[in-house]
């Protein structure tokens, strides 16, 4: 399908983007105006953008009424915002709090969560929330003046606050603790937790052979998946041949031998299965050595 969004109404437009560019973490932004009245709205369109200095930016879309959201009218009023993060435990507090309430009416109170002082910005953070960011607001971006128009509000973090329930033994957030959701398309969510979560070793860690490096036989093979590959390539080299000699006498590599005497392909796949398994238990070493396991006796 073919996406063209000058062919595309806004709504269909931003239904297709919604529902592909994701999950998209959530900006619970709490916010104030010169009057004290305080804000509080989530928006999807947010991320990090930077440590030094430490860079939040999310984006207020101008709605179908073309009226400017409140959380947009207060940070060009006071230049202050508090970016409270959202999980699981408050998600369907977050989303009551998206209610387009008469301007003046305060989420917070809605939405049944703790309102607690900030210490350098004005606007007050989430009690309920695992991590909270007094902001001040740099720099306002506006993309447009129609319906669907962003507003970048681009913010540099003051001070947080991050739940000591949800730290590892590191001192740092552990992805098993803080049960993070984050916007799909439509009215769909997702959650961080339990097996959604997997681990990827960071391929600067070491300079990967790539996959162009891959022996053709393993490359081509038809069991064995482009994720696959794309961690069989994040390898400095290829185990030695004393090692791979030493590893074909694992109860596993005898098995397939015998099953597969006389059929070269049925015990390739059968090495290429095993070496599917090793990799999805992040054994890496082992799936190249079964790999590599030579066919001339099978």
């Not at 002082?117 to 007094?134: D, H, L, N």
């Not at 482009?226 to 006498?249: H, I, M, Q, T, Y």
């Amino acid at each position: 399908m073919i996406l063209d969004p000058k062919l595309l109404s806004v709504p269909d437009l931003h239904a297709f983007l919604l529902g592909t560019i994701g999950p998209r973490p959530i900006a619970w932004a709490s916010t104030i105006d010169k009057e004290g009245r305080v804000n509080l709205a989530p928006y999807s369109f947010f991320n990090v953008f930077g440590t030094k200095p430490p860079t939040l930016i999310f984006s207020p879309a101008i709605p179908r009424g073309g009226q400017r959201k409140d959380t947009l009218l207060n940070v060009l009023e006071t230049e202050e915002v508090v970016i409270n993060i959202v999980s699981h435990a408050v998600v369907e507090q977050m989303s009551l709090s998206s209610t387009a309430y008469p301007k003046g009416t305060n989420e917070f109170v809605k939405a049944g969560v703790t309102q607690v002082k900030s210490e350098k910005v004005k606007p007050p953070r989430v009690g309920e929330a695992i991590a909270s960011y007094e902001c001040k607001v740099k720099q306002v971006v506006h993309l447009g003046d129609e319906p669907g128009a962003g507003n970048l509000i681009i913010c540099e973090i003051l001070l947080g606050h991050v739940k000591d329930e949800v730290l590892g033994e590191d001192g740092k957030p552990d992805p098993r603790k803080t049960d993070l959701v984050a916007r799909m398309g439509g009215d769909w969510y997702c959650r961080a937790n339990g097996t959604a979560l997997f681990e990827i070793p960071k391929p600067n860690r070491n300079l990967g052979i790539g996959i162009d490096q891959i022996p053709d036989a393993i490359r081509n093979s038809s069991v064995l998946t482009g994720n696959n590959l794309g961690r069989l390539g994040n390898v400095e080299k290829l185990p030695d041949n004393e090692a791979v000699e030493a590893f074909s006498s694992m109860h596993e590599i005898v098995q397939i031998r015998e099953r597969f005497s006389n059929n070269e392909e049925g015990f390739v796949n059968a090495l290429h299965n095993l070496a599917q398994n090793y990799l999805e238990n992040n054994q890496l070493e082992e799936a190249w050595l079964t790999l590599l396991q030579s066919p001339k006796n099978a």
